[in-house]
């Protein structure tokens, strides 16, 4: 006896359908065997599966079981298949009977037949609403993912249980409507405010500028002068996300299985700031069971290295792909997986390891060996992808202890906002929404500078030896700090506070 069962498995941060095809031989000696390029976790469901059957009143037939889950050139993972097995065992052997209309199962099974929640039902129930637009299909899914479910109402139907999910197939219980908890819009994480840093005024203008272009930006500066207290705070000038970045932010935290409960869809910009000593797969992702890294759930938010120059080579090497094209590729046994890693990097660092290197005050005790070496880490390339680069210098005592009044996150925030508006009218249509993410080939279109601004960009350009791909981000900060002044045209005061903010190329 045969039965054919739908079901949805995660591939990077796309769902593919499977099929789980169950056949039983009655008269074959008892086996249970799972073909189909499964990984161990879809192994083990054979122990749970049997068990959960027995536990809600089945019987788990003795005879010979062949479930083979289709396309077989997919690798299949985690222990979603659980249920569309159960399902499948108990169809074929004639237990339980459905109509034959399209119906998807997702869910991983306990021992005592709980349906248990799974990474990735954002994007799953996100494909359902759009398979939904041409045909009638349905999904039982974990209850425990009801947070996550971003779709039609009656399509997708969250259980608890085997047990009740047979009910609900045969018709013997009816389905109670269920509410999906609103999307929560207040993060309720510990805030930093702008007007805890004392003085500092010039790093702070230039976290404004990347905060609203969302440039990536490198601070250095001597030991305790406030440069991760200011990365700290970036997140609290950041508006919120729009409802595509949201979308596309939340998915990566379902498929991460970090999507907390009761929260719907992530608004607020996501902070990582992964330690240096943290490992490359999972600052990068990957690994045997593929994960996005902390740079894919830095996604639309920030990802603050500090103490850039102790991360490792490779590790600062790998970012330069997620720099240039926003993702990043891993290669794995046979093929690759990419993941979004768009991301608004925050380097800090101090200017040598001792960390007084330039100071007016104090005398750095490195070698020349050991400053080569530590500037070796910053290579060319990782330098030529930053768009501003600023020096947080020591500040006055008096300044510190004096507590002038300081301009707080909300007065910032309030002005960055009004920058992303007027990107996000100017940008209405196109794949992007920052001034950072100009393409090559809008660049002159989006970035209209005057004759004087234009001449002035060219000879300082010759006179530090700029990159082509230096000349265009400072073209692009510029545009921000014209955005900034609400100007449409670029003029030299842009252009030169660009241009500021690469002198540490030198
Ligand atoms: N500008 C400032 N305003 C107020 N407090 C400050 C400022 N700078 C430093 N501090 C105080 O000093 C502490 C250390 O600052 P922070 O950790 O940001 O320094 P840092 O520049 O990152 O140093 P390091 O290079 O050693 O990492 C802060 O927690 C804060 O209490
Ligand atoms: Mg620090
Ligand atoms: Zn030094």
Same mark, same amino acid.
């Given at each position: 006896m045969f039965a054919k069962i739908k079901s949805l498995c995660m591939n990077g941060l796309d769902p593919i359908p499977i099929d789980v095809e169950v056949d039983i031989h009655r008269s074959s000696l008892p086996s249970f065997s799972i073909v189909g390029l499964p990984d161990a976790a879809v192994q083990e469901a054979k122990e749970r599966v049997r068990s959960s059957i027995r536990n809600a009143g089945f019987t788990f037939p003795l005879a010979r079981i062949i479930v083979n889950l289709a396309p077989a050139d997919v690798k299949k993972e985690g222990s979603g298949f659980d249920l569309p097995i159960a399902i499948g065992i108990l169809k074929a052997s004639e237990q339980i009977q459905f109509s034959d209309d399209p119906i998807y199962f997702v869910g991983e099974l306990s021992l005592d037949g709980k349906v248990r929640q799974i990474p990735g039902m954002l994007p799953m129930t996100i494909h359902l609403d759009t398979i939904q637009k041409s045909s009638s299909v349905a999904m039982y899914c974990p209850w425990e993912n009801l947070h996550e479910i971003y779709a039609r109402k009656n399509t997708v139907y969250p259980i608890k249980t085997l047990t009740e999910t047979i009910a609900f197939l045969s018709g013997t219980k009816k389905y109670i409507d269920y509410a999906v908890p609103e999307e929560e819009l207040v993060d309720d994480s510990e805030t930093f405010d702008f007007a805890e840093v004392a003085g500092q005024d010039f790093a702070k203008r230039a976290l404004e500028v990347a905060a609203s272009g969302f440039h990536n930006i490198m601070m250095a500066g001597p030991p305790g002068t406030g440069k991760t207290m200011l990365a700290k705070r970036l997140c609290s000038i950041l508006p919120f996300m729009n409802e595509n970045e949201a979308i596309e932010v939340t998915k990566i935290y379902s498929i991460s299985g970090l999507l907390p409960s009761g929260k719907r869809l992530i608004k607020k910009r996501p902070f990582r700031s992964p330690h240096h000593s943290a490992s490359y797969v999972s600052i990068v992702g990957g690994g045997a069971t593929p994960k996005p890294g902390e740079i894919t759930l830095a996604h639309r938010g920030i990802l603050f290295l500090d &103490? +850039?120059? &102790? +991360?490792r080579k490779d590790v600062i090497n790998m970012l330069r792909q997620p720099l240039e094209d926003g993702q990043v590729t891993i290669a794995r046994m046979k093929s690759t997986i990419s993941y979004p890693a768009r991301f608004l990097l925050v380097a800090a660092m101090n200017p040598c390891p001792c960390g007084f290197f330039g100071d007016s005050h104090k005398e750095c005790t490195c070698s020349s060996s050991q400053l080569l070496r530590y500037k070796a880490k910053l290579s060319g390339p990782i330098m030529d992808r930053m768009d501003i680069v600023t020096e947080v210098q020591r500040i006055e005592a008096s300044t510190m202890i004096k507590g002038r009044k300081q301009e707080s996150s909300a007065e910032i925030s309030a002005r960055v906002l009004k920058t992303h508006q007027i990107q996000q009218e100017r940008y209405r249509g196109e794949t992007f929404f920052f001034n950072s993410d100009i393409p090559a080939k809008t660049l002159h279109q989006y970035c209209l500078a005057n004759e004087e601004a234009k001449a002035f960009l060219e000879k300082i350009s010759q006179r530090m030896h700029l990159s082509g791909r230096a000349i265009t981000r400072a073209l692009k900060v510029a545009r921000t700090i014209a955005d900034m002044r609400a100007s449409e045209m670029i003029e030299v005061q842009d252009i030169a506070e660009a241009l500021q903010y690469r002198f540490r190329d030198h």
């Open positions: &103490e +850039f120059p &102790e +991360f």
